[in-house]
């Protein structure tokens, strides 16, 4: 049997290496050149001003994406706001409670939420915020069926997204709190700060950049969502100006209108929404990624 | 005025692991004790146990008294403890998100001091005691960063001189600092100790030569042998304090 030398061996490993590596960039490449060869027509069409054409008609052909960025952020907000003030309480608080076991059972419960499929999240907002919303804001009820037939909106989805996106706030600025220096805390304590005052005093000061960064992180992830946003959001493209009104998404569009393209023209207009969504997500996360406080106590391992 | 501090067979664990065993120390009023020891001797523990600092950490526990003028610390609010009994770090850690006078006004803000006068008056009085004022009086909304390290250090026996303790007690305070910001913090040292009782962890034996009244050898968590200074360093008791101090090991 011929032996194969160290050398060749060293060969070997680099070529399957490299085939791995072109393999995840080569998709990344292939992906994003699919978005934009696709939405050509769309930008020849439209050009620009599809970013701000308030109207989304494929009954007259008239393709503008302004309603679903309408859709997107409004709801992203309202989540942001949920999440933000809800999840960083949470993060904050965890910290004061002295019972080591039941920490660990609030993180774990935590965690668990952050693996719940999204479609669980919208059947619960289908099922009962939509049906709640519906009867705050007095919405027209139209014949009951199994499902809510009121409630769909803005609002709901931007519950759903709120609920979704807390875990990651969450963690994230548990994370940051984590990372605070310890000397520093110390110096609190030693000075008689209780738990509180040592956390407002030497812990808070090292966190606000990392409690940005998991908004950010949650904005791109609140963005990319579609499921769940599709099942209460409305469906419809419109800038409505109540937050009980019916509108739409760019994720929850790409969702629900895919499959039953009408025309060309509207398949390469949904491409285009595709290209934007992967645009924005990506900005929010590199944005959410520099903010997060990379572990500076032990020394990282550096490639050389 | 000082108050004594005395430790009454303390013992002291990390989750399972025994880090001192059954210490009693006296710390007299207006002098200085320093403790001594390799590394891993239970040394800085010790002077944890005494503020109640020690039992913030997770896992860490301790058995023993730990008196203060007579009165046991153990039974007091921890908080009042920490108060009364300052800390000064091994690496020097003021808060990097406040200024200097932020700094020192920190531990009165805390306490409920809120009148400006008052706040200024004290800061400037802490600063004086810790022999920074000349240093730092004309840039006092400057960062604590903006300091030198041994700057810093002072700037941290300032911020807690401020708040009136009674004893000081120090880990190693001058342990990342170069020689002529040691000497500084040394010649600190013998001025605080006529107004609070201090005692300081060091490893380096020259330190506590040249400014302790007392020491005390620690090895492998227990407290080897006792005496003044002078005693200890010349004519020690026990073969292994004589082989530390002659500089055989550690």
């Not at chain 1, 996360?285 to 391992?301: D, M």
């Not at chain 2, 006068?117 to 604590?144: C, F, G, I, M, T």
Request: charged share 15%; aromatic share 8%.
């Amino acid at each position: 049997m011929k032996r194969v030398s160290a050398q060749g061996w060293n060969g070997l490993f680099a070529g399957v290496l490299a085939v791995c590596v072109l393999v995840v960039i080569g998709t990344g490449i292939l992906s994003v050149t699919t978005l934009i060869v696709e939405s050509v027509p769309s930008i020849r069409q439209f050009g620009l001003s599809f970013l701000w054409t308030p109207v989304w008609d494929p009954a007259r052909r008239q393709y503008g994406a302004l309603p679903l960025f309408y859709g997107s952020f409004l709801t992203a907000v309202i989540a942001l706001l949920l999440a933000g003030v809800i999840g960083v309480t949470t993060a904050v608080s965890l910290t004061q409670i002295g019972v080591r076991w039941l920490r660990s059972v609030i993180s774990l419960l935590l965690e668990i939420l952050a693996v719940i499929p999204s479609v669980v999240y919208g059947v619960w907002a289908l099922l009962v915020v939509a049906p709640l919303f519906g009867r705050w804001s007095g919405q027209a009820g139209g014949p009951s069926g199994e499902f809510a037939v009121s409630g769909f909106g803005v609002l709901a989805a931007g519950v759903v997204l709120g609920v979704m996106v807390m875990p990651t706030v969450v963690a994230v600025t548990r994370e940051a709190i984590a990372s605070a220096p310890k000397d520093i805390a110390e110096a609190a304590i030693a000075l008689g700060a209780t738990r509180q005052e040592t956390v407002a005093l030497a812990v808070m000061p090292f966190v606000r950049k990392g409690i940005l960064g998991s908004l950010y992180l949650g904005l791109a992830r609140a963005f990319g969502e579609a499921v769940a946003v599709s099942l209460v959001i409305g469906d419809q493209p419109r800038i409505g100006g109540s937050l009980f009104a019916r509108a739409d998404s760019l994720a929850s569009m790409l969702a629900h209108t895919l499959t039953g393209s009408a025309s060309p023209l509207q398949t390469a207009a949904l491409y285009e929404i595709g290209l934007l969504l992967f645009l924005i997500t990506t900005v929010f996360y590199g944005l959410g990624r520099s903010y997060i406080v990379r572990e500076a106590i032990s020394p990282r391992f550096q490639p050389w | 005025m000082g108050k004594a501090l005395e430790a009454r067979a303390i013992s002291a664990r990390f989750n399972e692991q025994v880090i001192l065993r059954e210490v009693t120390l006296h710390m007299p009023v207006n002098q200085v004790t320093a403790i001594i020891g390799p590394p891993g001797c239970g040394k800085s523990t010790f002077i944890r146990c005494l503020n109640r600092l020690h039992e913030t950490t997770p896992g860490a526990t301790m058995s023993g008294e730990v008196l203060l003028d007579g009165h046991s610390v153990y039974d007091m609010d921890p908080t009042e403890v920490r108060r009364s009994v300052a800390m000064i770090f091994h690496r020097p850690n003021p808060f990097p998100t406040m200024s200097i006078f932020d700094n020192v006004a920190a531990g009165l803000r805390l306490h409920g001091l809120r009148n400006r006068a008052k706040l200024a008056e004290s800061a400037e009085q802490a600063l004086r005691r810790a022999a920074l004022w000349d240093e730092v009086k004309d840039r006092l909304h400057l960062y604590s960063s903006a300091l030198s390290l041994g700057q810093q250090q002072r700037l941290c026996i300032a911020r807690a001189l401020a708040i009136d303790p009674v004893a000081v007690l120090m880990d190693e305070p001058a342990s990342t600092l170069d020689p002529l910001s040691t000497l500084v913090i040394e010649e600190l040292i013998e001025e605080l100790k006529r107004q609070y009782t201090i005692v300081i962890v060091t490893h380096n034996l020259q330190q506590a030569a040249r400014v302790a009244d007392k020491t005390a050898f620690f090895l492998e968590g227990e407290m080897i042998e006792q005496g003044t200074t002078t005693a200890l360093f010349t004519t020690p008791q026990d073969k292994r304090t004589a082989d530390y101090v002659t500089g055989r090991f550690g």
